[in-house]
């Protein structure tokens, strides 16, 4: 398996616009994670899904911010309007639910927002 | 999940064995320990976890003390390229909550 891809792997764009990040879980692991990394706040988590649903979104620092995942496969994270302290990197995680607790990671997105 | 503790550095020899310790004083009985690292601009990668007995894998071992209020991941031959950041985290198996990360410790494997 190629593991968890995530795309692009670097974005920079300005403030205001819309970004989305795309995300590609391990085939067959019906966890999938969002997290953000800053200098500030370390690793965080922002949003999770089950099965395509998700279940806790409390992490999501405000309405700018949206995540979906319409297909097992699949998983996106937008951000419309962008600010510039959005600028961190996005990791998208996937796991086995019997073994929930090994997440596998991706190589994140390196966001900057000017 | 249990609030950890450990080192914000450690250096290490190449070829030496890294020791890199942990405390987990408030560590429930259902709780398990989780050792994570993350290498410079890549995503976190799992290393291995145990729950009271010691583990082994083909990355390390973790020594889990008795109490179980402490551990140690050992890296028995560090190599240049396990210089990273290494999280060690408690939680609860069986769920799929999130992971929380706190500080970790920074290997730098010398030369």
């Known amino acids: 398996d190629a593991g968890v891809i995530q795309s692009p792997r670097h974005e920079v764009t300005e403030m205001g616009q819309e970004v989305t990040l795309r995300c590609k879980p391990i085939s067959g692991h019906d966890y999938l994670f969002w997290y953000r990394q800053t200098m500030m706040r370390g690793l965080e988590l922002l949003i999770y899904f089950n099965n395509n649903v998700p279940i806790d979104d409390s992490g999501m620092p405000e309405d700018r911010f949206s995540a979906k995942m319409p297909n097992a496969s699949f998983s996106t994270l937008k951000i419309q309007p962008s600010e510039p302290r959005d600028s961190a990197v996005y990791f998208c995680a996937s796991s086995l639910s019997r073994r929930s607790s090994e997440q596998y990671f991706g190589p994140g997105t390196r966001l900057t927002v000017t | 999940d249990a609030k950890t503790t450990q080192p914000p550095s450690m250096d290490c020899a190449e070829g030496r064995a890294a020791n890199l310790p942990c405390n987990h004083s408030?560590?429930?009985?259902?709780?398990?320990v989780y050792w994570y690292r993350q290498i410079h601009s890549q995503g976190p990668q799992y290393i291995i976890h145990g729950l009271k007995n010691n583990e082994t894998n083909e990355m390390a071992s973790l020594i889990i003390t008795e109490d179980r209020k402490s551990s140690t991941l050992i890296l028995p031959h560090a190599t240049l390229r396990d210089t990273a950041v290494y999280y060690c985290?408690?939680?609860?198996?069986?769920?799929?909550?999130?992971?929380?990360f706190g500080s970790g410790t920074q290997l730098t494997v010398l030369p």
């Open positions: 985290i408690v939680r609860a198996a069986g769920s799929a909550r999130q992971l929380t």
């Open positions: 408030t560590i429930s009985g259902n709780e398990y």
